[in-house]
C-alpha cells in the first residue's frame, strides 16, 4: 500500500499582499499532486489547510478543483479532514462542494450518512462517523479542534472516538513535537493524548517538518509533519545572512528544511520535495545609519531577483531610523518582494530631570518606529509577524511590569506649617443594617430561548457513552 501524504497547502494566500505569491502557493500544490500521481499512490491524503481561509475567492476554488482533477482522472480517491483554516461554525463548508464534484471525501463526525466505494459510517447519537476503507485498509480523521473540545476533564474524545486503524489524519499541534514552533506553549495534544492503535498518524498544521518514530513516543507507528507545502513565515526562509557589528562580511548559509510532502510505503515516509521560490531573511547590525547603508548594499548583491527577503536592521542609532531611508538601495534590483525591519534602538537622551529611557521602554520606541507609515502604505503582514515574535521572546513583558509598579508620590512643599492632628472623638458603633434587594422576578415573555446550535463534537458528546 503507498499514499501521499500533503498537508498545509493554503491555497488562496496572497503573502505580503503580492499577486506572485498566489501563484507560488498554487504551483506548489499542483506539483505536489502531480509527483503523488507520477509514484502511482493508491490515495492521496490531505491533513487540513487546503485552503488559507474558510471562504476561497472564486479563483482559488477554481484552482483547487482544476488541481484535484488530476488523481480524479486517474482514479486515484483523495481523502481530507478540515483544518482551522478550512472549517466554519455552519456544518457545510467548500469541503462539501468539493465532495460534491468527487473531487475529495471528506472524513470525521458528519450530519448525515456517507457511504460509496470506499467510504464508511457509523451512527453516534445523532451524527455519524465517517471514515475510509482502501483494500482493506481502515482511514480515520476528524477536523481541527480546540484542546478544551478535545479534552473535557478525564474525558479523552480521541481515545474514546478511535479504538483501532491504520492510519489516523488530524490536524493538531502535538507538544512533543511542537519545540521550536509557534506552537511550543499553545500545542492542543500531549504525546500522551493520542489514540495508540494506528500504524501511521498523518498529521497537519505544524508548518516545519517534523517525524517521530515509535521507539521515541512508544506508539504503534511514526507520528509524520510534512509541513506546509510553501514557506508561509520568515522562520521557514530557505536562506540566511547575517552581518554582525565585528563581521568583516556578511555570513550566509542555507537552511537545509526543504518544503514537499511525503509518499509512504508500508507506513514508512518518504520525503519528496517540492520546488519553492528563495526566501532570504537578513540580519544587519550597526550603530550608525551610514554603517547600516553600507552593509545593506554589500548584502544586496547576495539575494538574487526572483526571491523574497526579510532584512532585520539592529542596533543602537542616534535618533533612530526611518526604514522608508533604506528602501532606495533596494528598488533598482530587480528583487521580488523585500521589506525592511527594524530593530534599532534610539540612544538615550539625558536631562537633569529625567532619563530618557525611564520615559519610553525599549519596546515601546521600536513600536511607535513601526506605527510611522502612513495608513495607505501600512504594512501589516510584516507588523504582526514582527508583533507575534516579540510576544513569542516574552519582550512585551517588561511594559506590563512597569504598569504594576506603583506611581511614584508627589513631594510635599517644604516650609509649610504643620497642623496639629485633631483629637480623636470616640464615638461607639452601631451596625447599620443593610438592606438587601429583593431580586426582580423576570418576565414572562412566553417565548423559549432558542438553544445554541451544537457542533459536530458537542452532540456527539452529549448522546454518545463515555
Known sequence: MRFAHIADAHLGREQFNQPFRYEDYVRAFREAVEKAVKARVDFILIAGDLFHVSRPSPKALRDAVEILEIPRKKEIPVFAIEGNHDKTIREASVFDLLEHLGLLRTLGLRRGEKKDEFLRSKKIADRYLVWAEVNGFKIYGLR???RWQLIRGNTNVLKALFKKGDILMLHQAVDYLAKDTPYQDAFDLKLSELP??????????IHVRKVAEPEQTGLNGPIVYPGSLERTDVREASHLIIYGEKDRKPKVRENNQPKGFYIVEDFKPEFVEVETRPFYRVTISGNSKAELRRKVEE??????????????????VKGGVSLAEFNDLLKDLGIAYYAFRSRVTGEAIISKERVGEEILTEWERELFLHMRSEPKEFPLDEFMDWLLEKYRLGVPAEMSARARKPAEEPRKPENVEKKPPKEEKHVKATPKREKQEKPKPEKKTGKKPKPAKPSSLDAWLRGGKL
Open 144 to 146: 481541527h479542534h480546540t
Open 196 to 205: 495508540e492503535n494506528f500504524s501511521y498518524y498523518a498529521l497537519g498544521h
Open 299 to 316: 548584502v544586496a548583491g547576495l539575494i538574487p531577483k526572483e526571491a523574497v527577503a526579510i532584512i532585520y536592521l539592529e542596533g543602537t
